[in-house]
């Protein structure tokens, strides 16, 4: 049993995040408490990762998935997982290309960013499709 540092309620380990940082292996605040807070607080939380990651904010992400009409930029779907859509970047310069759907940003990640290597994975898609 531990108490919640937030909602100062004594609930079972099991309620607790695992955590190796912490003394007894889990964090101070309750799941339930740990989700409320990130709900809260998006703003913040998302803010400082895009911040740190992509050098753009909350507000230039939030534009950029009204400009893609809160869909991908590739599919034109929304994620399928229910995620938020992801920051897709070049990893060599850094700039920030547009919001993808995980699978889309995953595909093009396996793909090594090579437009190349992706229009040869079209090609052969549409040349086995004809037989």
């Keep these: 049993m531990k108490i919640c540092t937030r909602c100062l309620?004594?609930?079972p380990l099991n309620m607790?995040?695992?955590g190796k940082n912490y003394k007894d292996g889990h964090q101070y605040h309750c799941k339930q408490c740990a989700r409320e807070y990130v709900t809260q607080n998006r703003h913040i939380v998302s803010g400082g990762m895009l911040k740190r990651r992509y050098g753009i904010d909350y507000d230039d992400y939030e534009l950029m998935l009204k400009q893609q009409n809160g869909v991908c930029a590739i599919c034109g779907k929304v994620d399928p997982y229910k995620?938020?859509?992801a920051v897709d970047h070049d990893?060599?310069?850094k700039k920030v290309r547009g919001l993808l759907c995980n699978p889309c940003n995953t595909s093009l990640g396996k793909m090594h960013d090579d437009p190349a290597?992706?229009?040869?994975a079209a090609?052969?898609?549409e040349e086995s499709s004809k037989s």
């Design 9 to 11: 309620v004594e609930k």
């Design 16 to 18: 607790f995040h695992r």
């Design 83 to 85: 995620r938020a859509l």
């Design 91 to 93: 990893h060599s310069t």
């Design 117 to 120: 290597l992706l229009r040869r």
């Design 123 to 125: 090609e052969y898609l």
